[in-house]
T-cell receptor
Framework: GAVVSQHPSWVICKSGTSVKIECRSL??????MFWYRQFPKQSLMLMAT?????????EQGVEKDKFLINHASLTLSTLTVTSAHPEDSSFYIC???????????FGDGTRLSIL | GENVEQHPSTLSVQEGDSAVIKCTYS??????FPWYKQELGKRPQLIID?????GEKKDQRIAVTLNKTAKHFSLHITETQPEDSAVYFC?????????FGTGTSLTVIP
């Protein structure tokens, strides 16, 4: 079964709206979570690494003020797409590794459609 | 940083035939190589992984080989079935952070 829960699974909203996506580790504590963006027929592109209790680390080219990441607890990380525009439409997926284990466990992803 | 290349980008095989997907990586510090299967609109699912201290690993119809010297690793699927149709991603990691290949869209023709 799923070990990482992500919601919502699908969001459709108007341009200018801010959208929050939640990622929860279900039966383990995740000090680190990863946020990816995936455009159609493309690979997963790492956007940022969220760290519990400290600031997220963003990949080059990812706007920090646009994609706000908060890792408030050992089981929850959130990604907020602020003032979303059509070009932000994409599939966003979070993942987390279990402590002491390398495989990443992915959430179900959030399909974001900005009209 | 790490650079992972994956080939081919698309692959079509007849049901029952074998499929091979190849990846290369650049960082010799990478020591963990997972393979993920992703169906349309769904999350990537880990199907097999290999660590740098092992040259080959097999799980039923799926096998992975690793050549550390050449810095490449491959996924082998034997006796392919239509439900194997999906996009497959390789990845390389030297710690928690993963670097993904560009993906291979596999189609198994019944």
């Amino acid at each position: 079964g799923a070990v990482v829960s992500q919601h919502p699974s699908w969001v459709i909203c108007k341009s200018g709206t801010s959208v929050k996506i939640e990622c929860r580790s279900l039966d383990f504590q995740a000090t680190t979570m990863f946020w990816y963006r995936q455009f159609p027929k493309q690979s997963l592109m790492l956007m940022a690494t969220s760290n519990e209790g400290s600031k997220a680390t963003y990949e080059q080219g990812v706007e920090k003020d646009k994609f706000l990441i908060n890792h408030a607890s050992l089981t929850l990380s959130t990604l907020t797409v602020t003032s979303a525009h059509p070009e932000d439409s994409s599939f966003y997926i979070c993942s987390a590794p279990r402590q002491g284990d390398q495989p990443q466990h992915f959430g179900d992803g959030t399909r974001l459609s900005i009209l | 940083g790490e650079n992972v290349e994956q080939h081919p980008s698309t692959l079509s095989v007849q049901e029952g035939d074998s499929a091979v997907i190849k990846c290369t990586y650049s960082d010799s510090a990478s020591n963990y190589f997972p393979w993920y299967k992703q169906e349309l609109g769904k999350r990537p699912q880990l199907i097999i992984d290999i660590r740098s201290n092992v040259g080959e690993k097999k799980d039923q119809r799926i096998a992975v080989t690793l050549n550390k010297t050449a810095k490449h690793f491959s996924l082998h699927i034997t006796e392919t079935q239509p439900e194997d149709s999906a996009v497959y991603f390789c990845a390389a990691s030297s710690g928690n952070q993963f670097y993904f290949g560009t993906g291979t869209s596999l189609t198994v023709i019944p």
